[in-house]
């Protein structure tokens, strides 16, 4: 079956669901679903940690949206395969959003002409279909670290082609980074 349009889920307020218990009988979620995102580092970590990349372009989230992991994993997989074509070892990606949310649905009967549908138990927790991360306005979904200005360009217009894989509004912030002093002893 395929998934459900991400309108189902991504503007309405969630409590999170994310109770799970080794007692099976007070677990709501019986199975969790795997994740989808398989990394959340990437790129040149070594580097990173010495201070070569001076430069950090983070991309944040405009409003308060649920994002389906296989979004997120998209996302990601569209960020790396540009930025490792256009700057290999070049650049270190960090993903900041991790997909805690357990999505379900409750569904419904529609029988043979019937004309409404069956509501079911009254709110009852339904089975389980995926994973979201709930991310408020504001918060950080990526970032990457870069070493000079075209190197940032290149981000910048990867960042662009993202966005069309978000269901948000995104923005991309660009700061410099002090350098490392080093110390001689």
């Known amino acids: 079956m395929a998934l459900r349009k991400a309108l189902a889920y991504s503007h309405h307020y969630a409590r999170p669901n994310t109770r799970t218990s080794r007692v099976k009988g007070k677990a709501y979620i019986k199975v969790v679903p795997h994740n989808k995102v398989v990394k959340y580092n990437l790129g040149n970590q070594k580097a990173h940690m010495e201070?070569?990349?001076?430069?950090?372009?983070?991309?944040?989230?405009e409003e308060a949206v649920q994002i389906r992991d296989n979004a997120i994993e998209a996302a990601r997989m569209l960020l790396t395969k540009q930025l490792d074509e256009r700057l290999p070892l070049l650049y270190y990606l960090e993903l900041k959003v991790h997909p805690h949310h357990i999505l379900r649905n409750n569904k419904t009967a529609a029988g043979a002409g019937a004309d409404r549908l069956s509501s079911?138990?009254?709110r009852s927790f339904g089975?389980?279909?995926?994973?979201?991360?709930?991310?408020?306005?504001?918060?950080?979904?990526?970032v990457i670290y870069c070493a000079d200005e075209a190197a940032a360009r290149i981000v910048r217009e990867t960042f662009a082609m993202t966005?069309?894989?978000?269901?948000?509004?995104?923005?991309?912030?660009?700061?410099?980074?002090?350098?490392?002093?080093?110390?001689?002893?």
């Not at 089975?127 to 990526?142: C, D, H």
């Not at 948000?168 to 410099?176: D, H, I, K, P």
């Open 51 to 61: 201070g070569k990349f001076p430069l950090k372009l983070t991309m944040i989230s």
């Open 120 to 122: 079911g138990m009254s």
């Open 127 to 142: 089975t389980v279909e995926g994973r979201a991360a709930l991310v408020s306005a504001g918060k950080p979904l990526f």
């Open 163 to 185: 966005k069309s894989k978000l269901p948000c509004a995104t923005r991309v912030l660009f700061e410099r980074l002090a350098p490392l002093a080093k110390t001689t002893n």
